[in-house]
């Protein structure tokens, strides 16, 4: 993709989540756009931090990590963890992102919490919701997912921010809007029960389902391939 054809697809994505929030009737800041930049070379990634975007996703920590060296110059970027997390993996996350949306088990949790280092914030926390039931995703299921959030919330070096899901493909804008409603729902729950802690972040909404994500109360939107284009690899 060249330098040309990114800056108007940013500019498309931009205006894109715009025009969802005003249809919604919610304030222009209401969500935000997080470029999901796995698989994509760091001169991409450059580009778009040239172009005003600071938020970027990535799933693959080595591939991460090598980005992140290259792009270290770049001021105020912000890096987000939202791949599968393996304990193994944690140190290199709690050390080199600012947030990570894939938090499901309270182990990855715990290690996290005691490798963040002390020079850093805390790391900022999105549980993931197996929304639509699947047996085989990741993400914790609606039930268990109080007690999880307790025991974060409880943890000194994690801030616990929201809920992230990745629904089941489905057609038709009504279908898709169902699973968000649920975690948007589980969200206000969490409000009620730990009213001191800032939840304010539903990280939910791709490029195939953004208006949906947004119409339901997404405030942070993570889109791939419409800033970057298809993915070749390891989509
Ligand atoms: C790849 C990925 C995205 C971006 O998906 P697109 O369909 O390319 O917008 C968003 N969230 C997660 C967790 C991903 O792994």
């Given at each position: 993709m060249t330098d040309l054809v990114l800056s108007e697809s940013l500019a498309a994505a931009r205006t894109r989540l715009a025009e969802a929030l005003h249809a919604a009737g919610r304030?222009?800041?209401?969500a935000r756009l997080l470029a999901v930049?796995?698989?994509?070379p760091a001169a991409m990634i450059r580009q778009a931090w040239h172009l005003g975007q600071r938020e970027f996703g990535e799933n693959y920590v080595q591939e991460a990590l090598d980005k992140q060296a290259e792009l270290?110059?770049?001021?105020a970027i912000v890096w987000h963890f939202i791949g599968p997390l393996q304990s193994n993996k944690t140190r290199e996350v709690a050390e080199h992102f600012?947030?990570?949306?894939?938090?499901?088990?309270e182990k990855i949790a715990r290690r996290l919490s005691d490798q963040r280092?002390?020079?850093?914030?805390p790391l900022d926390i999105c549980l993931q919701v197996n929304i639509s039931d699947?047996?085989?995703?990741?993400g914790i299921t609606l039930d268990a997912l109080p007690a999880l959030a307790e025991a974060v919330q409880a943890?000194?070096?994690?801030?616990?921010?929201g809920l992230m899901a990745i629904p089941a493909p489905t057609e038709g804008p009504e279908a898709q809007r169902a699973p968000f409603a649920r975690l948007r729902e589980a969200l206000e729950n969490l409000r009620e029960h730990?009213?001191?802690?800032?939840?304010?972040?539903?990280s939910m909404g791709m490029s195939d389902d953004l208006e949906a994500a947004v119409a339901e109360g997404a405030t942070l939107v993570r889109l791939g391939t419409a800033i970057f284009g298809a993915r070749t690899a390891r989509t």
């Open positions: 304030p222009a800041d209401a930049s796995k698989t994509k270290g110059d770049l001021d600012a947030w990570v949306h894939s938090v499901d088990r280092p002390e020079a850093l914030g699947e047996a085989s995703k990741s943890m000194p070096r994690l801030r616990l921010r730990f009213p001191e802690a800032p939840l304010d972040t539903l």
